[in-house]
């Protein structure tokens, strides 16, 4: 039994030597010593080794892209570099990168000549998915107050002559692109008697418009809306 306590007793000593020993070599603290690695924390932040080396961090900038870029082309062909419209379309394109300035204008030719149209033969139908609400009420009191009169408005659209975007902005979340077209349009007007007051059967009339499209950048709809119109005539 005593031979079994010395044993004991030896291994005991033995133990306290050894956790001295190396706690003074481990546990000693020299200023050196690097903090915990965060793996969480930005590598252009941390040091060999993946290690916080104390820099501040910054957020990276969004680098142009070739698709920016080949928008931007788009744009300049579409607009004279440096002009304040060539500004105003990259800012929409950057904020809407599906938005062509090319393909807008091509839509908004065709939905010009379909709105006058659709007027002309009070085409409520149509005229409502075309326009904005405002817009809209503003044209079908038109239609009823000539309905009422027992007016009718023959109109034949010739062409449009020209057609250029003079302003592009995006409002909140809602892009507004205004277009210029000369368009040249046959059009009279007749009472109920059939007698003309308005326009000429037999001739071609220039009509310069400005008309503000507009779309909501949040909706899955690819459909513009005309929200204003304005004659330059």
């Known amino acids: 039994m005593g031979s079994f306590d010395f044993i004991t007793f030896f291994f005991l000593i033995a133990a306290v030597v050894i956790f001295l020993q190396l706690r003074s070599v481990l546990g000693r603290r020299t200023g050196n010593e690097r903090p915990p690695f965060d793996p969480y924390s930005p590598r252009e932040a941390q040091g060999p080794e993946g ?58 030719k065709m939905a010009y000549e379909m709105v006058v149209m659709a007027f002309a033969d009070g085409d409520r139908k149509t005229l409502k998915g075309l326009l904005s609400r405002e817009v809209y009420e503003g044209f079908e009191a038109a239609i009823a107050e000539r309905e009422a009169k027992g007016e009718v408005i023959k109109s034949t659209f010739v062409g449009i002559e020209k057609a250029e975007i003079v302003h592009a902005e995006l409002k909140d979340n809602e892009e507004n692109v205004t277009v210029r077209i000369i368009s040249q349009l046959i059009s009279a007007t007749y009472d109920k008697q059939g007698k003309l007051i308005d326009g000429d059967a037999d001739s071609v009339a220039e009509v310069n418009d400005l008309w503000t499209f507009a779309r909501d950048i949040r909706s899955r709809d690819p459909n513009w809306k005309l929200i204003a119109t304005e004659s330059e005539n």
């Open 51 to 108: 290690r916080d080396n104390g820099k501040v961090v910054q957020l990276p900038r969004r680098e142009s892209t070739a698709e920016d870029e080949s928008r931007y082309a788009a744009i300049d062909d579409f607009s004279k570099p440096g002009t304040p419209l060539n500004a105003q379309l990259r800012a929409l394109s950057d904020s809407d990168p599906s938005f062509q300035p090319a393909e807008f204008l091509n839509g908004a």
